[in-house]
Structures are given as structure tokens and as C-alpha cells.
């Protein structure tokens, strides 16, 4: 299975030439992704660059997507899917609407849906069949986690006697030069991955 991770416009991190661009294309290879594209560098490939990255094997281009983005970018990556794929989008980080070509539907028959966590859950809920599903899908997860197939990226920030992590946390995502460490010395703050505030 190829892993494709589009990497959205922010902050200038898609020019392929910064050095953000370039540590956050190794991240992600060290997560597992195959290829690393810039949404600017994505409408700029060729059909021959298109195949390239699924090993120039037609039968390897794939036909399940999933989008948390939004916007033209979504039509750019129907380009990369094969006839009858489907894409699903899951968020909306761009909040802009999903652009889609007419030649996508008509052309290329792609499938289009939408998922939200949130509503599942409560649907599974409903059926005893759809609990043991939804504890199904944990059991995997946890074991995907425990035997390193499946790793998480996280920070912890100990929260501290006066909020102190709280206010450390928040500095590091609106002020990176200006958050301290607990000693008052300066740290550097992780550009990947969740925060975590710890409680004693």
C-alpha cells in the first residue's frame, strides 16, 4: 500500500526548497508515508510524474483517498486516483469549500463521502452489533500501537503548581522564541505532534 501525504499551504511550508518543507517531509517518512507532496508542487506534475510515484504500475494507482483539508486541492487529488475510487473527507482545516471537476465525475467516476467520528460512535452505540464492531476497532488500534505499527506524536508539557506547562504549551504554539523551559531556561519547542499537559 502507498502512503501519499499532501502537505497543506501554511506558512510558507510547501515551498519544497525551505528547511520547514524538508523536516516535515522527514517526519512524515519516518511515520510510514511513501511520498511527501507540497499541495503547490501537486497540480504541477505530469501524468509521467503521476505514475512515477506508484512505481509506474498503473495497477498500483490508488482508489481510496481521504481528504481532512478541503478546498482545490481536493480536485488536484483526484488526479492521483484511479477510475471508481473514492474519497473520503473526514475535516476541513482550510474551511473552504470541496472543489471537484465535472471530468472527475463523469470521467473518472469517483466517489465522494463523508465521515465523522462523532456520529459513528453514537451509531455503533445503537446495536450490540455495532459495539462489538466499535471495541473491535480498539482492540486493533491498541495492538497496531503495541507492537509499534502504528506510533503517535506527542509532547508532554507537566502542568505544573500555577499552570506554568499551560502557559509554556500555549507560548510554544503562538511564540516559539519566547517559551521557557520550567528553570527559566529557553526551550525548543516540538513542531510536530500533540501537546499534553501532565498532572501529578
Known sequence: MYILTLVYEMKGTTDRNS???KEIKDHLHSLGA?????????PKLSDEERLKLFGGNK??????????????????MCKLLGRDA???TYGG???????????TLVFQNISFTGFWMSRWKDIAKQSESGQREF?????????????????FCS?????GQQGEGLLNA???????????????????????????????
Open 93 to 103: 482545516m482550510s474551511r473552504k469549500p470541496v472543489t471537484i471537476g465535472t471530468g
Open 155 to 159: 509532547h508532554e508539557f507537566p502542568f
Open 59 to 76: 495497477n498500483q494507482v490508488p482508489l481510496l483517498a481521504f481528504n481532512a483539508v478541503g478546498g482545490r486541492v481536493v480536485s488536484d
Open 34 to 42: 511513501n511520498e511527501v507532496i507540497g499541495e503547490d508542487d501537486l
Open 19 to 21: 528547511k520547514e518543507f
Open 135 to 151: 471495541e473491535k476497532m480498539l482492540k486493533e488500534l491498541e495492538s497496531m500501537v503495541l507492537n509499534r505499527e502504528l506510533t
Open 170 to 200: 500555549l507560548k510554544c504554539l503562538t511564540e516559539p522564541s519566547a517559551a521557557n523551559t520550567q528553570d527559566g531556561q529557553k526551550n525548543t519547542c516540538p513542531k510536530h505532534g500533540k501537546y499534553i499537559l501532565s498532572f501529578e
Open 86 to 88: 473514492t474519497l473520503v
